[in-house]
């Protein structure tokens, strides 16, 4: 499956986002999609993931409450609404897919993805 990200920018602090991930080559319903990102200089890091069905989301402690993940299985697309953002959530965001499952505590390691996009810059000033 291919990925493609889109959405990043340039935002003042407090403001909003939205990232999209189109997916293409597969049925993307048979993915379990998650969104990562990567601060210069840091590792990358776990930020949300959803389950096939959309029914069941999960995030990182330092977003929950201001993103929200969500999927369009109509339209193979999945979703990163960020609100309230803050200088530390720059970095570069990958969504990525797994065929692997619904496991919740295994869809936060990158080394369950088997698909990654390239990759879109959100850039938080303060």
């Known amino acids: 499956v291919q990925l493609q990200a889109s959405g990043g920018g340039l935002v003042q602090a407090g403001g909003s986002l939205r990232l999209s991930c189109a997916a293409s080559?597969?049925?993307?319903?048979?993915?379990?999609m998650g969104w990562f990102r990567q601060a210069p200089g840091k590792e990358r890091e776990f930020v949300a993931a959803?389950?096939?069905?959309?029914?069941?989301?999960v995030y990182a402690d330092s977003v929950k409450g201001r993103f929200t993940i969500s999927r369009d299985n109509a339209r193979n697309t999945v979703y990163l609404q960020m609100n309230s953002l803050k200088p530390e959530d720059t970095a570069v965001y990958y969504c990525?897919?797994?065929?692997?499952?619904?496991?919740?505590?295994?869809?936060?390691?990158?080394?369950?993805?088997?698909?990654w996009g390239q990759g879109t810059l959100v850039t938080v000033s303060s």
């Open positions: 959803i389950s096939r069905s959309g029914g069941t989301t």
């Open positions: 990525a897919a797994t065929s692997f499952g619904d496991n919740y505590y295994l869809l936060k390691l990158r080394t369950t993805y088997d698909y």
């Open positions: 080559g597969r049925t993307f319903s048979g993915y379990a």
